[in-house]
């Protein structure tokens, strides 16, 4: 074989070797983002919330969660930073109320385990959760976050359209 023909090989093959890995490297960022089911308001009556401030006055609240863990990318600070921007934006008001509180949890440091099992998460997520009498009576998992992230305005109008028909069904 000649060494033109053995160095053309070796080439082809870094470069299909160098495809399956950025392949992998991305789909290990970026898990099926329209998982069967999570897109479903989910009922939970009674499951009693931890680690949560005072509530307002009627003990009534929406809590949105940015759920991380230690390791971030860049879609996962951006899906932290455009949530923060609406809320800080679009619900501000509510915030000063109590009707609505935003937190950033890391499922990974001690005693966030639990979220994991609560919210069945396998991934970063952003959960809106009601909270009647200081109990989460229902959630929801908006798992189009992984679908629109790229596009700034549709990722933050999806946000507000989820946190502002969400209060709507309370």
């Given at each position: 074989m000649k060494p033109k023909n053995i160095i053309t090989i070796v080439l082809i093959l870094f470069v299909l070797a160098s495809i399956v890995f950025l392949v992998a490297k991305e789909l290990k960022q970026k898990p099926d983002a329209l998982?069967?089911?999570?897109?479903?308001?989910?009922?939970?009556?009674?499951?009693?919330?931890?680690?949560?401030p005072a509530e307002n006055s009627d003990g009534n609240k929406t809590v949105v969660y940015y759920f991380r863990t230690n390791v971030r990318c860049v879609k996962c600070k951006k899906f932290e930073s455009y949530t923060q921007q609406v809320i800080d934006d679009q619900f501000s008001g509510q915030v000063k109320t109590g009707e609505l509180e935003w937190k950033v949890v890391n499922v990974e440091e001690p005693?966030?385990?639990?979220?994991?099992d609560d919210y069945k998460l396998v991934t970063k997520s952003i959960i809106l959760s009601e909270v009647k009498d200081g109990k989460e009576t229902k959630y929801k998992n908006l798992d189009?976050?992984?679908?629109?992230?790229?596009?700034?305005?549709?990722?933050?109008?999806y946000i507000t359209n989820e946190i502002t028909e969400f209060f709507v069904s309370e």
């Open positions: 998982e069967k089911g999570s897109e479903q308001t989910q009922k939970r009556p009674g499951a009693q919330i931890q680690n949560q005693g966030n385990e639990h979220f994991i189009k976050i992984w679908v629109l992230v790229d596009d700034e305005t549709a990722f933050k109008n």
